[in-house]
């Protein structure tokens, strides 16, 4: 039993990290991420803002009883999770400044209806006991920040040759890297590579798996 | 006449120059859900213009009344879904009450239209571009019909982008986003890009 919920803790905890990731596999969150991500600094305060919302926003709408209709429970989750914009903000501004507030502009609060508040809550969370929803929850942040800051150092590296505070020469830069459709092609090529990975690293798990049965097998009939 | 024309060139603002997926690729997430089907395109756009205007009318009372208020922008998240919860609640009620039928039909993915990004992005943005109350009614019908460009856009392009052509780990999603980087790219280039 307990090896069982080590397995289920384990998988909930890379499900959100990479088979259900919310920007490379189901994009529910590209929009901040392909905007305002386009700097080191901005992603790193973007996933800071998003975990302090998320985390905030899905534990407590986890506790909404199911009595009430859906209907109704979406407007108490979107409420919750405005709610949990405010911790967000005041944690921006005390680590990195009004100017950084300002800098994510429209996309911190927009997170508060963000699909994986509104409707994981609802399809995944809910169900799940706690220790494992906060488990899962864990995932889906990580999955989020990584990607996040991946993209915006990407994007910091190509468009500003530096890394945060660091510079460094790489040769050539590319400023249309900056935009929101820099944003987007680096996204779509970044989802479509990681698929590709997750896919190839699926078959050959199967393949193994297939292997160890044929000799699992043929141990039996020796 | 002041007050039209500031009605008008929000909604052009907002349809072209700050086309909410193009230009903020706000509410993309949804696009690519409902750009699969037709109807889902109208459905979404009817959904988004019904909302957004009947929203964009009310934040624009919060935000005369109480947007000199010091920590105002701290509420603002909460008012505005406040705002577009009654809207939305109102109107399944009444829905509910004399279209049955329809209601049924839409109930759904209703919430889908309501609480997203381009709903509450529009009425965020309303409020640092929108002047006068038509201009934050015009800046959240212009999003709504953005929406729909953008969603008729990808429509058309949604077979050939999940055509056996396209390598299968780029299908669905990671091309469809690239297709819409790339239309975004060309509307810069209509607008003139600074770097």
Redesign the interface.
Known sequence: MSNNNKTTKKSGLFDGLSRQNIVL???????PV??VANNFHNSAALALGFTIIALLGVTACRFIPKKIV???R??IY??IA??A??PA?LALRHFYGMEMVENL??YL??M????LI?TKTETRFSLRPPHLMLVELLGYIMGFNIVCVAVGTTRDVLVNRQIGAIHFDVGFEV??LS???????I???A???F??QY?MRKARKIRKAEKERLRRKMIEEL | MELIGSFISAALLALFLQNAI????????IL?YASRRRQDVIGFTLGLCYITTLSSAAVWCLDYFFGDYKHY??????L???T??II??AS?LVLWRYFHDLFKKI?KFV?LTV???A???AL??NAQLGEGILGYIGYGLGTALGFAVAGFLLYIAYERLNAELV????RG??????????V??AL?AFAG?V?
Do not use: D, K, W
């Open positions: 596999m189901s994009g529910i969150a590209i929009a392909a905007v859906y209907t109704v979406v407007i979107a409420l405005g709610l914009v405010i903000y502009g429209v609060p927009l508060a209806v963000n699909p509104l400023p249309a935009s929101t459709f820099g944003g987007l092609i996204i779509g090529i989802a479509g590579a698929r590709q896919n | 193009y230009e903020r690729a706000l509410g993309i997430n690519l922008y701290l509420i603002v998240p909460v505005y879904i406040l577009v919860g939305y609640m399944l109930r919430h609480f997203n990004c709903v509450l992005g965020f943005l390598p299968a780990s780029f999603m990671p091309i469809m986003i690239i297709y819409v980087g790339i975004s790219m810069h890009y770097t």
